[in-house]
C-alpha cells in the first residue's frame, strides 16, 4: 500500500529540525523536504511551488526565528517570509487539516494571525543532552497520529474518464498538412494544443501520468483500437473523420475537404455554425463545439472521446467544458454513459469563455 506523501519547508537555518522531523516519520510516510528535489533548476520558485501542491498529502513548515520584524514598536522574532509563503498556500490546498506547523517552544517566535486554525506542533529544543531526534519526536507525535487518521488524499475518477485513465489511452491530435511547404513539421492549431494541454493536467490529476501523444497521420492502425481521446474536428484530425463516419451520432458534419465549419443535429434540425462580429482584432465573437463519448469502431470493448469546435476556440472551450465541476451534475455525464453534446462559447480578447450546452443526450451503442 502506497504511503501518504509529506512535504517539509523550512529555512535553510530550520533544516536539522526538518531532517529529524523525517527520520520520526519515515515509517509512516513519504516525506521529501523542500531541498530534496522539489524546487527545479530549470523553473521557478512559483512553478516548482505550484507543482509541488499537487503531490503531497501533508505539509509540515518548520518555523525558526531567523529575522527581526517591527510590529506595533515592539520588535520580535520571525520565521521567513517564504516559509510563511508556502504554509499559506499548502493551507489553501490540502486544508488545515492537513497542515501542520512546527517549532521550539523555548525560542519565542511571533506567527502571524493569518496561521490560525492550523495545527500546531511544539517542541522543547533546549536539551540538556541536545539530542534534537528526541526533542522533535514531541511534535511528531500528534502529526502522526493525524497521518495515519486520514492518509493519502482519495482522488475521485469521475466515470466519464474512467477508461481513459489505463495506460493504452491513445491521444491524436490532427495537423494541417497543407501548410508542410511553411513548416516541415506541420502546423498545429493554438486551440487544439491548449485543449490537450488542460485535458492531460486534469488527468494527471487523477493519477494518469503515463499520457501517449500522436498526431493523427504518424499514428499505426494497430494503436486505433486503443481508448482514444481525438482532438479536433475532421478538416484536421483524419483519425476524428474517420470515427465520426463509423459512429452512431445524430450530428451531421460539413465537408471537411471545403473546411465547412458547421454542424447539424438532424433530430431538431438544428445547424451551429461560428457568430462573427465586424471587429478586425476579434473577427470571431462565438464559437461552437462538440463533445462525442462512444464506443470505438474500431473495438467496441475499448472507447472515444472527441473534442473540436469549429475553430480551435471550440476545441479550447470542449476541454473547459469537461474539466469543470459543472459538467457532472448532468445524469448523462456523470453515469459514464455515451453521449453528444453541443455547446456554444463566447470569445472574449481571444480567450473562450465558459461555454453553454446547446444539446446533450444519449448515444445508444
Partial sequence: MNQPSVFIGSSSEGLDVARNIKAQLKNEAEITI???GVFGLNSS???????????????????TPDD?????????????????FECGLFMGKLGRSRTFIVYDSD???????????????????????????????????????QITKLGSIKITIPPL???????DTQFVLGRFSEFKSFEQSGL??????ISYTEVSAFLKVMGHSSIRISYADRISGDSLGAN??????????SITREVVSRIKTSLIFGDPNRHEVSFTDSITNTTYYPEYSRDYE??????CGVIIKAENPFSPSNQVLILFGSYGYGTWAAAKLLTSRGFYNNSVISNGDYFECVFTTDIVRETPQMPKVKMLRNIIP
Avoid at 474518464?161 to 495506460?167: A, I, K, L, V, Y
Avoid at 498545429?188 to 494544443?193: E, K, M, P, S, Y
Wanted: charged share 20%.
Fill in 34 to 36: 523542500w531541498q530534496e
Fill in 68 to 84: 527581526m520584524v517591527e510590529s506595533r514598536n515592539q520588535s520580535a522574532q520571525s520565521p521567513r517570509d517564504n516559509v510563511l
Fill in 228 to 237: 482514444l481521446v481525438l482532438i479536433g474536428g475532421p478538416d484536421a484530425n
Fill in 282 to 287: 476579434e473577427p470571431i465573437s462565438t464559437d
Fill in 45 to 63: 520558485y512559483l512553478e516548482s511551488l505550484a507543482n509541488a501542491l499537487e503531490n503531497f498529502d501533508f505539509a509540515i513548515l518548520v518555523l
Fill in 107 to 145: 525560542k519565542p517566535i511571533k506567527i502571524p494571525s493569518d496561521l490560525a486554525g492550523i495545527s500546531l506542533a511544539t517542541y522543547q529544543g533546549q536539551r540538556r543532552d541536545n539530542n534534537l531526534m528526541a526533542a522533535v519526536g514531541e511534535a511528531c507525535d500528534p502529526i502522526r497520529t
Fill in 188 to 193: 498545429l492549431g493554438v486551440g487544439d494544443a
Fill in 161 to 167: 474518464w474512467e477508461p481513459f485513465t489505463s495506460n
